[in-house]
C-alpha cells in the first residue's frame, strides 16, 4: 500500500490531506454498492446505509472537489496560470472519461440490447442500439446514462473545473458567510425548480444546483485554519456528537419525514450539512483520519475515479451476461471483484498516465 500512498501524494505538489483521498474511495465504494442494489431493486436496510448512500456520495464528490481544487488559490493567492491549470484539469477528468466512453461503448456492443425484466432503472442504459450520434453524444459529456449509468456528474465536474478560477476568484472578494448564505440559496432554489420541472432549464439548473457544492467546498478550505481551531475547542464529548449528528445528517436519517411534511428542500440542504460535516470530521477527528488513511481506505482513494468510470459497465455486463443463471447473491462478489480489478488496471493504465501527461504538457505550456 505505500507505493499508492505515495501516487496520492505526488498528485499535488503541495501538502495532501490523504484522509480525504480514503474519504472519496469510501464514497465511490458506496456508489458501487447503491447502483447494484438499485439494478436489482434491492431494499436497502437502514443499519447498510453507510455502505449505500450512493446520492449522498455524488454531493460528496462535489464539495471534495471544490475544497481541493482551491486550495492553490488559497494558499499561493493563484491557481496559477489558466492555460496549464485547464490542461491539467482536462487530463486529469475528460482523458480518463474518454477511455471509459470507450470500455462502455465495448460493453454495449458485445451485452447491449438484453431487455431483461429488472425494473425502470435498469431500462435507462443499453437498451438502444449503439450508434455513432450516441457515441458523440457521450464523448461531449451528455448527462444522458444510456451508455453508462455513472458518467452523468462528469459533465458538471468538468464544466466547474473550467469555471473554477473565476469562481474562486469571486469567493475570495466577499466574506466566507455571503458565499456560503449564496450557495446554500442556490442550492435550495434550483432543488425546488427541479422538482417542480421548469422547462428548458433543467440542465442549467443543474449545473448551478452542483456548482453551488464547489463553492460550499472552497469556502471550507478558505477558512480550514479557523476550522481547526473551533474543532480543537469544542472538546472530545462534542466533537463526538458533531461527528454523530453529521452522520446522521448525510445519511438522510430524516430525508422521509421532511418531505412528508412539505419541505423537499430540506432534505439535500441536511445531506450536504451532513457532508460538510463528515469532511471537517475526516480532517480534524484523530481517530477517523487515521482510519481513513490506513490501507484500505487510501488504495480505494486511489482508484476511486477509475471505479467511479468503470463500475456501471462491469454491472450491466455482468447483469446481462448472468440473469438468469445466478441470483444477484451470487453476483454480488463477482461484481466487486471484477470492479476494483478493472478499475486498478484502468487506473494504472489510463488515469494515472494520463494525469503525468496532463502535467507534463501543462509544465511545457507555462515555459
Not at 425546488?192 to 449545473?207: F, K
Request: charged residues 15%; aromatic residues 14%; contains cysteine.
Amino acid at each position: 500500500m505505500d507505493h499508492s500512498l505515495d501516487t496520492l501524494r505526488a498528485r499535488t505538489q503541495g501538502a495532501r490531506y490523504v484522509e480525504l483521498d480514503g474519504l472519496r474511495g469510501w464514497a465511490a465504494f458506496t456508489v458501487i454498492l447503491h447502483h447494484f442494489c438499485y439494478l436489482y431493486d434491492l431494499r436497502e436496510p437502514a443499519w447498510l446505509i453507510p455502505i449505500l448512500a450512493g446520492h449522498e456520495a455524488v454531493l460528496l464528490f462535489f464539495l471534495l472537489s471544490g475544497f481541493v481544487l482551491s486550495l492553490p488559490f488559497w494558499n499561493r493567492g493563484s491557481n496559477g496560470p489558466y492555460g496549464p491549470y485547464l490542461i491539467r484539469r482536462i487530463f486529469r477528468i475528460y482523458v480518463p472519461y474518454l477511455g471509459a466512453v470507450v470500455l462502455a461503448a465495448l460493453g454495449m456492443m458485445v451485452m447491449g440490447n438484453k431487455h431483461l425484466p429488472l425494473g425502470d432503472w435498469y431500462a435507462l442504459t443499453w437498451q438502444q442500439p449503439l450508434s455513432f450520434r450516441m457515441f458523440f453524444d457521450q464523448v461531449l459529456m451528455s448527462p444522458s446514462p444510456v451508455m453508462n449509468t455513472a458518467f452523468w456528474s462528469l459533465r458538471y465536474e468538468m464544466q466547474m473545473s473550467i469555471a473554477f478560477p473565476l469562481v474562486v476568484w469571486l469567493i475570495s472578494r466577499a466574506p466566507s458567510i455571503v458565499g456560503i448564505l449564496i450557495a446554500l440559496a442556490l442550492n435550495g432554489a434550483t432543488t425546488w425548480m427541479m422538482r417542480h420541472h421548469v422547462p428548458n432549464w433543467h440542465y442549467a439548473l443543474e449545473t448551478v444546483h452542483y456548482g453551488s457544492l464547489f463553492v460550499v467546498g472552497a469556502i471550507l478550505a478558505r477558512e480550514r485554519a479557523v476550522l481547526r481551531g473551533l474543532w480543537d475547542r469544542m472538546g472530545r464529548v462534542f466533537q463526538w456528537i458533531f461527528i454523530v449528528v453529521s452522520c446522521l445528517a448525510y445519511w438522510g436519517i430524516w430525508r422521509r419525514p421532511l418531505y412528508v411534511h412539505h419541505l423537499p428542500n430540506c432534505p439535500e440542504i441536511l445531506l450536504v450539512t451532513g457532508a460538510v460535516g463528515l469532511l471537517l470530521a475526516a480532517m480534524y477527528a484523530a481517530p477517523l483520519r487515521r482510519l481513513l488513511s490506513s490501507g484500505i481506505p487510501e488504495y480505494l482513494g486511489r482508484i476511486s475515479y477509475s471505479l467511479y468510470l468503470v463500475h456501471g459497465t462491469v454491472l450491466f455486463f455482468l447483469a446481462n451476461l448472468l440473469y438468469g443463471r445466478l441470483g444477484w447473491t451470487g453476483i454480488l462478489p463477482i461484481y466487486l471483484v471484477i470492479a476494483i480489478g478493472l478499475a486498478h488496471l484502468f487506473c494504472v493504465t489510463i488515469e494515472e498516465p494520463a494525469l503525468r501527461a496532463g502535467k507534463l504538457i501543462a509544465g511545457k505550456f507555462r515555459a
